[in-house]
């Protein structure tokens, strides 16, 4: 069966720190560009961080730079996302994704380029606040 399942998220103080995790099963996530995206209340989903299936770059949005990081772990099949110094404004439910999109990481991240076959975890709630 192929499936993303999210783990992770929660409830954290300001400055915080938390780490998502996603498991990729019945498809290799090394092939695929993969992602996290989130979507806050009363807002649409957005990409947050990408690596790109073509030449493994990276791609952050501006509001995480320096304090989130992306990675993958092949033997496990999974991807991560390290999230410091949080604050109240990352707030949101965070997806993991996946595609078979082709080009740099912020193609993915931009939610407008799709193969049209997109996997996407299930979600998980992220809450900053104190």
């Known amino acids: 069966q192929v499936q993303l399942v999210q783990s992770g998220g929660g409830l954290v103080q300001p400055g915080g720190s938390l780490r998502l995790s996603c498991a990729a099963s019945?498809?290799?996530?090394?092939?695929?560009?993969i992602g996290w995206f989130r979507q806050a209340p009363g807002k649409g989903r957005a990409g947050v961080s990408c690596?790109?299936?073509?030449?493994?770059?990276?791609y952050y949005v501006e509001s995480v730079k320096g304090r989130f990081a992306i990675s993958r772990d092949n033997a496990k099949n999974t991807v991560y996302l390290q999230m410091n110094s949080l604050n109240p404004e990352d707030t949101a439910v965070y997806y993991c994704?996946?595609?078979?999109?082709?080009?740099?990481?912020?193609?993915?991240?931009?939610?407008?380029?799709?193969?049209?076959?997109?996997?996407w975890g299930q979600g998980t709630q992220v809450t900053v606040s104190s």
């Open positions: 994704a996946a595609d078979l999109v082709s080009g740099p990481a912020n193609f993915f991240c931009s939610g407008k380029v799709s193969t049209g076959r997109i996997y």
């Open positions: 019945g498809f290799t996530l090394d092939d695929y560009a």
């Open positions: 690596i790109s299936r073509t030449d493994g770059g990276t």
